[in-house]
């Protein structure tokens, strides 16, 4: 089962933009149907969504039916045993959410990485990432440098920290979150406040003048074309559980005016 987070890294440093959706919904259907569209990855969302480690299991095997799209996938914290079972299922990219210094982005890179580069747990007899021991060889030669790996800028304590961050090896990414950018210094939902930009706009050129590629998601306000115009390498501009609302709400909303 060859992973394809290392494609994803070729397709950046050749400056291709990359393009994502989150797949919120848990549902392997809803992802198949996802990964058919053509998006370059989709990144399963286990922080806000509902899922465990055999719904991870399925979406991947629904990306995989789908399309030719790359499987990333949000943890819910930047906890050692939490990214172990994640990278354990097989993904090819990790995103670890509210990695505020450049100690904790460490901690995330260290947990991705086989010993002695790093410290994640070693099973490869019995984990899909090692294809339950029929890729064992593959998976121990990879050392889990085949694992595309994010951190997310989610505060404004993360952007004072940036260049710190954005040294630490083993990082591919950073990712603006910015709700919670915007809502670390009191503008919750109001990310078009003075203050909110200029938060955002220090991380952005913060982040693109560091050695690590950006990444975010896009706003009513800033959609993701005007994101990849300023600097953006990748955006994850939709997902299933909006596309489904948002669809339902438009017929729903035409027929009544009728």
Same mark, same amino acid.
């Not at 996802?34 to 095997?61: N, R, V, Y």
């Given at each position: 089962?060859?992973?394809?987070?290392?494609?994803?890294?070729?397709?950046?440093? *050749?400056?291709?933009?990359?393009?994502?959706?989150?797949?919120?919904? @848990?549902?392997?259907?809803a992802?198949?149907?996802m990964?058919g569209?053509?998006?370059?990855?989709?990144?399963?969302?286990?922080?806000h969504g509902?899922?465990d480690?055999?719904?991870?299991?399925?979406?991947?095997q629904?990306?995989?039916?789908?399309?030719?799209?790359?499987?990333?996938?949000?943890?819910?914290?930047?906890?050692?045993?939490?990214?172990?079972k994640?990278?354990?299922?097989?993904?090819?990219?990790?995103?670890?959410?509210?990695v505020?210094t450049?100690e904790a982005?460490?901690?995330?890179?260290?947990?991705?990485?086989?010993?002695?580069?790093?410290?994640?747990?070693?099973?490869?007899?019995?984990?899909?990432a090692?294809?339950?021991g029929? @890729?064992?060889?593959?998976?121990?030669?990879? /050392? /889990?440098?085949?694992?595309?790996?994010?951190?997310?800028?989610?505060?404004?304590?993360t952007?004072?920290?940036l260049?710190?961050?954005?040294?630490? @090896?083993?990082v591919?990414?950073?990712?603006?979150?910015?709700?919670?950018?915007?809502?670390?210094?009191?503008?919750?939902?109001?990310q078009?406040?003075?203050?909110?930009?200029?938060?955002?706009?220090?991380? @952005?050129r913060?982040?693109?003048?560091?050695?690590?590629?950006?990444?975010?998601?896009?706003?009513p306000h800033?959609?993701?074309?005007?994101?990849?115009?300023?600097g953006? *390498?990748?955006?994850?501009?939709?997902?299933?559980?909006?596309?489904?609302?948002?669809?339902?709400?438009?017929v729903?909303?035409s027929?009544?005016?009728?």
């Amino acid at each position: 089962m060859p992973r394809r987070g290392a494609g994803i890294r070729d397709a950046l440093k *050749d400056g291709r933009k990359l393009l994502g959706g989150w797949v919120n919904m @848990e549902s392997p259907i809803a992802t198949e149907i996802m990964a058919g569209a053509g998006f370059d990855f989709l990144t399963i969302d286990q922080e806000h969504g509902p899922g465990d480690s055999m719904t991870a299991i399925q979406q991947q095997q629904a990306i995989r039916a789908g399309g030719s799209c790359a499987a990333f996938l949000r943890v819910p914290a930047n906890d050692i045993n939490v990214i172990k079972k994640a990278l354990d299922t097989g993904v090819d990219g990790l995103m670890a959410p509210m990695v505020e210094t450049p100690e904790a982005a460490a901690d995330v890179a260290a947990a991705c990485l086989l010993p002695p580069a790093g410290r994640r747990g070693v099973a490869p007899g019995n984990v899909r990432a090692a294809r339950y021991g029929y @890729e064992k060889d593959r998976f121990i030669a990879a /050392g /889990g440098r085949d694992v595309f790996v994010m951190t997310q800028v989610e505060t404004a304590a993360t952007v004072a920290n940036l260049d710190g961050i954005a040294g630490v @090896e083993g990082v591919d990414m950073l990712f603006i979150g910015r709700n919670d950018l915007s809502s670390s210094i009191g503008r919750l939902d109001d990310q078009t406040s003075p203050e909110a930009v200029e938060l955002l706009e220090e991380a @952005e050129r913060r982040i693109v003048e560091s050695a690590r590629w950006l990444g975010g998601i896009p706003a009513p306000h800033d959609g993701a074309a005007a994101m990849f115009e300023r600097g953006y *390498d990748m955006v994850i501009a939709a997902a299933d559980h909006a596309l489904l609302r948002d669809g339902a709400l438009a017929v729903v909303d035409s027929l009544r005016a009728r």
